[in-house]
C-alpha cells in the first residue's frame, strides 16, 4: 500500500530531514514539498496526498489556517504539524490533527508516526474521532494501540479503567493489568476526547463508565471508586462541576 505525503515547511534542511525519514518507511512516497502556505494548499488541491507534514510559522499562511482549509478540501486527509511551537497543540487538535510533533523532535518519533499512520490507513487500527468535541455518549467498541516500550499494545478503550501519570511513565491502567508507555497524559488525553475518557485532574484521565461513588476528600478533591480496580483516582471539585455541566448538557440534549 502506498502512502503519499506533502511536506509543508519554509525550512529546505528542515523539508529534507523529514523527507528522508518518512520515505524510509516501505512504501511512502513524498509526492510534494513547499515553502509557503499559499503553494501549499495549491499543491493540496492538485495533488490530494493521504498525509501533509505542516509547521506553524509558514509564511503566507501559517499552518493552522491551512489546515482548516485542507480539511475543507478533504476531511481525510491526515495532518501532521512538526513546529517549534508547543503552544498551538490545542489549535491543532481543534483542527484535526493527527499528531503534533515539537521541534527538535527524535527521527525515531517521526517514524512512530508514520507506523501509526500505516495502521490506520490499513485499517488495522481506528484513527482520530471524526471530532474532538468533548461529548459523553461516543460509541467505545473499538480498539486503540499504545506505545510500551519498545512495542505496540492495542487495547480496548472499554477495558481501559484509568490512566495517570507514575514517575518519567504515564501508566494505563485497565481490566486485567496495567501497561506503561512514554505518552504524555496531555497528549493522551487528546487522542481519547469524544470517547468517555474524562481529566478529572491533572495526575488522572478516567472512564467514566468505571466511576461507582465519589468520596469527599478534603475541600479541593474527591477520590473517585472505581470498577475492577481497588485504586482511587482523584477528582477536583472544579473538574467535578465541569463534569456535571457536560452530564447535564448530555441529559438536555437527549430529553
Known amino acids: 500500500m502506498e502512502i503519499t505525503v506533502l511536506i509543508a ?9 523529514i523527507r528522508k525519514v518518512v520515505e524510509e518507511v516501505e512504501g511512502v512516497n513524498v509526492i510534494g514539498e513547499a515553502g509557503d502556505g499559499l503553494e501549499a494548499i495549491k499543491l493540496i488541491k492538485e495533488l490530494l496526498p493521504q498525509v501533509t ?13 491551512l489546515a482548516r482549509e485542507i480539511f475543507d478540501i478533504n476531511p481525510w486527509t491526515i495532518i501532521v504539524f512538526a513546529t517549534a511551537f508547543s503552544e498551538f497543540r490545542g489549535e491543532a487538535f481543534d483542527v484535526y490533527a493527527f499528531d503534533y510533533l515539537v521541534k527538535p523532535f527524535k527521527m525515531n518519533r517521526v517514524r512512530q508516526t508514520m507506523d501509526r ?9 481506528a484513527g482520530r474521532p471524526n471530532t474532538y468535541s468533548k ?17 505496540f499494545v492495542y487495547l480496548n478503550l472499554d477495558d481501559i479503567i484509568y490512566i495517570t501519570k507514575e514517575g518519567r ?10 501497561i506503561k508507555t512514554n505518552d504524555k497524559l496531555s497528549v493522551l488525553e487528546e ?9 478529572s485532574h491533572s495526575g488522572f484521565i478516567v472512564n467514566l463508565k468505571m466511576v461507582k461513588e465519589l468520596v469527599p476528600m478534603g475541600r479541593s478533591s474527591y477520590e473517585l471508586v472505581m470498577e475492577n480496580t481497588k485504586n ?8 467535578f462541576k465541569e463534569l456535571e455541566e457536560l452530564t447535564n448538557s448530555k441529559v438536555l440534549k437527549s430529553s
Open 9 to 17: 515547511e519554509d525550512d529546505p534542511d528542515m523539508r529534507f530531514v
Open 53 to 65: 507534514f505542516l509547521d506553524i510559522d509558514l509564511p503566507g499562511k501559517n499552518g493552522v489556517e
Open 117 to 125: 499512520i500505516r495502521l490506520v490507513l490499513s485499517g488495522k487500527v
Open 135 to 151: 461529548k459523553l455518549d461516543k460509541d467505545v467498541g473499538r480498539k486503540q494501540l499504545f506505545k510500551n516500550n519498545s512495542k
Open 169 to 178: 511513565k504515564t501508566t494505563i491502567y485497565f481490566i486485567g493489568g496495567k
Open 191 to 199: 487522542q481519547l476526547e469524544g470517547y468517555p475518557f474524562f481529566r
Open 232 to 239: 482511587r483516582p482523584l477528582i477536583t471539585v472544579e473538574k
